[in-house]
């Protein structure tokens, strides 16, 4: 599955999981305290001028030195507060039972026609108060409150009715009294009331952020002024006292009501949490909070609380999710992940809140919650496809790999699935198209490879991207191994056709290495896909373009490699190498002019290893380096001895080997100037040998370090020559003195006249071009006749002498200035030249 479809499927299980948790009420608290904060960031705007709250303080108990106060002192109340012209009076008191003396007068000023008093509906647990007998309907108005779960007032039930009784809410009351001079009539709908021509639609049960609430008759959501100062307010005892100004009363909506904490008539609001004392608001101030909501609406045209239908909500939902899979999905680094989460996460906040200025509630949590939940399954699944696949080609990697191999070995340990087959592929000559053609086109040949990979398996097998251009096949229910062998032919027949990237075609072919299960052994995952690369080097080893199966020897040859190499690096540390040297002999005069130094090792506990092994490992590790420098200071330091034990003219000269490593080295012209002046020889002395194949690795960068060495008068000889048939065309080109005819051909000069003849031809194309010859593998007197006649000036090998150690050459020049014919003591060493 993509990246790009997991975003999809997981916002789309995060939004229905946060649904069902929202439709189950999982949120509501949580979306309840967000609703509490958008309130709290609301600028307070201020008391309502139409409004006047006459609050009966703790003083005024004090003073009053009863509870419940009496009827005269209400009375009194509301005769000044008639004579102040108060508009409207609201008595927010139960006064149901008299509190005598003066009932009579109180029930005279309660029903003037412009006072409304308080009854209470009370609910299935709790019965209501009634209201004072006697007064008319329209002077009586319920005071109940919705309180939502967590114990806070949001909604403002304002009307009810049961088919033939209605009710009206004291605030309700209070505001179709100051309206009527205006003629705002109420008008009921299913639906919703329309005081005038304004409407207030009912709140549902899932309204906003609410699920499966008591929507009993018709409620709305309460739009908060401010904290506590909704309305002026002024006390009991000022108004008994004449201690106001009337202008305070004039034309207002008068609630009179305790707001002393000790008569706990309290209630929580959106602003409680913030406060750590009296976080109540008192009854009287929140009817005066919908009463000022009521004509704020009407007369001032704001706007109620308005909602998203439920699809509209789902949908921002999910677009949140999405842009949560999104952002982890496009961003990899952490911390741009996170400044990008901060910032959307702001953003979600910033949208709902002036959408709350606008008097919208629209969901906040719920969006946020499906945003991290989804960014969290897709960071989740990335780390996931991380872990077991890989990014590029989107296989299977190494580690899940094996895992297929562990379960196909269990099943074929259960009598299943007996055998199955491992193929290893490597690509060849890929480093050459990643450093020609950049890293890019090398990512785009991968993934088009891996695609025409699958496609030539298809369901056969499980293919698997186990290194940068290696892949691993697993091919279960084998019935012959052929098949195996069948596959391969395939592929390395597909990989064939040329790829095209960006206009450019890619030639290229693969080595594969194939391992079998065998089912009398105890197969680990790593031993068979170490098996089957086993197999690939070997297949690459003898050619590329090939497939070889499997040999358990073949991992033998590998460890023993392996530990070679551990070896070699000990034995540079601790100077187990020393020098042979192989005389070279003039032809024309039998004399010995000079030695080709041959390395030795003699592992301490394997004996003489042969540098048949051990200098390719050389080379591949980069250890052939400081072995080389080594042996050009020691051969060269031997040679001065001889020069000075045994003068001549000309003097001896020694032969070194160097590599083609060696010859890349920078400082390599340099280092052997220093050699030359540390020993005391003149560059004419010493011959490097160059094999054909390394000089035509690269012509012109060999040319180049050619013409350099040429400089410190060093002699210069092509190795090996005629094994590569590819310089000829280069020969004059290289400033090299001697050419060394390889032993392969000297060796069939007598069997063959096609070998004679290239020698011939060699020996004449040195002379045309200036250059002496050394025949190498001379064993018999009759290659040395022959080899004369051809005019061949020099000869080496085992006719005149094998290699030697120094004591022993040094003992075979000794004779050669006494002119004695003895044979040298040969030592124990053994030849590998």
């Not at 609703?35 to 307070?44: E, G, K, P, S, T």
């Not at 120094?806 to 124990?828: R, V």
Request: some cysteine.
């Amino acid at each position: 599955m993509s990246i790009k479809q997991t975003v999809i499927l997981a916002s789309m299980m995060m939004t229905g999981l946060l649904l069902g948790i929202r439709q189950l009420g999982g949120l509501q608290i949580l979306e309840l305290a967000a609703f509490d904060h958008l309130v709290r960031l609301q600028a307070d705007a201020g008391p309502d001028p139409r409004l006047l709250i006459v609050g009966i303080t703790e003083d005024d108990l004090q003073q009053q030195q009863q509870w419940p106060l009496s009827d005269l002192t209400l009375a009194q109340v509301l005769q000044k507060l008639q004579k102040a012209q108060a508009k409207v009076i609201g008595l927010d008191i139960y006064r149901n039972i008299p509190h005598p003396p003066g009932r009579e007068m109180l029930l005279k000023e309660l029903q003037k026609p412009n006072v409304v008093t308080i009854t209470n509906l009370g609910d299935a647990k709790t019965q209501g108060v009634a209201p004072i007998s006697g007064l008319p309907p329209e002077q009586i108005g319920f005071n109940d409150f919705v309180v939502d779960p967590d114990g806070v007032v949001r909604r403002n039930f304002i009307y009810a009715y049961d088919g033939e009784e209605k009710f009206y809410s004291f605030a309700l009351r209070l505001s179709l009294k100051y309206l009527a001079n205006r003629g705002v009539t109420l008008k009921v709908t299913p639906d919703a009331l329309y005081l005038g021509k304004t409407r207030f639609p009912a709140i549902s049960s899932d309204a906003g952020s609410y699920h499966n609430v008591d929507s009993t008759g018709y409620q709305v959501l309460i739009a908060y002024r401010s904290a506590e100062n909704v309305a002026q307010k002024i006390s009991l005892n000022d108004i008994l006292q004449d201690k106001f100004d009337p202008n305070l009363v004039k034309n207002k909506v008068v609630l009179i009501g305790t707001v002393a904490p000790s008569l706990k008539d309290l209630f929580f609001t959106p602003y409680s949490a913030t406060k750590s004392t009296s976080p109540g608001v008192s009854g009287v101030t929140l009817h005066t909070q919908l009463v000022s909501q009521i004509l704020s609406t009407i007369v001032d045209d704001r706007p109620l609380f308005w909602f998203w239908p439920e699809w509209a909500e789902i949908l921002w939902m999910w677009v949140w999710a999405l842009i949560g899979g999104i952002l982890v999905w496009r961003l990899q680094h952490p911390l741009a992940l996170g400044i990008a989460g901060i910032f959307s996460l702001t953003v979600l906040c910033g949208i709902c809140l002036s959408i709350f200025t606008q008097y919208g509630w629209i969901p906040l949590l719920p969006p946020a919650l499906t945003f991290l939940t989804t960014a969290v399954c897709v960071m989740a699944y990335k780390q996931w496809q991380i872990a077991l696949y890989d990014s590029l080609t989107r296989l299977p990697n190494r580690s899940l790999f094996l895992k297929y191999l562990q379960a196909a070995i269990n099943r074929s340990k259960l009598g299943r699935n007996n055998c199955f087959a491992l193929l290893f592929l490597d690509i060849d000559r890929f480093k050459v198209i990643n450093e020609s053609l950049t890293h890019y086109v090398g990512d785009q040949f991968l993934i088009n490879f891996s695609q025409r990979l699958s496609s030539c398996i298809g369901c056969k097998g499980i293919i698997a991207r186990v290194g940068g251009d290696e892949f691993a096949i697993l091919l279960e229910n084998i019935s012959e191994t052929s098949f195996a062998n069948s596959i391969a032919d395939q592929l390395q027949k597909q990989m064939t056709s040329p790829f095209k990237i960006n206009g450019q075609e890619i030639f290229t072919s693969i080595s594969i290495g194939i391992a079998f299960n065998q089912i009398q052994l105890e197969h680990q995952p790593e031993d068979m896909l170490r098996d089957a690369h086993t197999a690939m080097y070997l297949a690459k080893d003898l050619g590329k373009a090939r497939h070889e199966v499997f040999a358990v020897g073949m991992h033998t040859q590998v460890v023993r490699r392996f530990q070679l190499e551990t070896d070699l690096r000990r034995a540079i540390l601790q100077q187990e190498f020393f020098l042979y040297y192989q005389p070279i002999v003039s032809l024309e005069n039998h004399q010995i002019v000079g030695f080709e130094a041959l390395l030795r090792w003699k592992h301490p506990q394997n004996g003489f290893i042969s540098p048949v092994e051990f200098i390719p490992i050389a080379e591949e590790t980069g250890l052939i380096i400081p072995l080389g420098q080594w042996i050009l200071e020691a051969a060269c330091s031997q040679l001065s001895s001889w020069q000075s034990q045994f003068p001549q003219e000309p003097p001896l000269m020694m032969s070194v080997n160097i590599s083609g490593q060696q010859l890349s080295q920078p400082d390599l012209v340099e280092y052997i100037q220093k050699v030359l002046q540390k020993t005391g020889l003149d560059g004419t002395s010493l011959k490097l040998e160059i094999t054909e194949s390394v000089a035509m690795k690269n012509v012109e960068t060999a040319i180049t370090i050619m013409l350099q060495l040429r400089t410190l008068n060093i002699r210069l000889s092509i190795d090996d020559f005629g094994t590569g048939y590819s310089s000829l065309s280069y020969l004059h080109r290289f400033p090299v003195n001697t050419l060394k005819i390889d032993r392969s051909f000297v060796s069939r000069m007598g069997e063959t006249n096609e070998d004679a003849a290239i020698v011939r031809t060699i020996i004449m194309l040195s002379h045309t071009l200036g250059m002496n010859v050394i025949a190498e593998g001379v064993e018999t007197i009759t290659q040395q006749d022959q080899l004369q006649l051809l005019g061949c000036e020099y000869g080496q090998g085992y006719f005149y002498s094998q290699p030697l150690d120094s004591e022993a050459a040094t003992k075979l020049l000794k004779s050669q200035c006494t002119g004695k014919n003895e044979e040298p003591e040969m030592g124990d060493g053994v030849d590998f030249s």
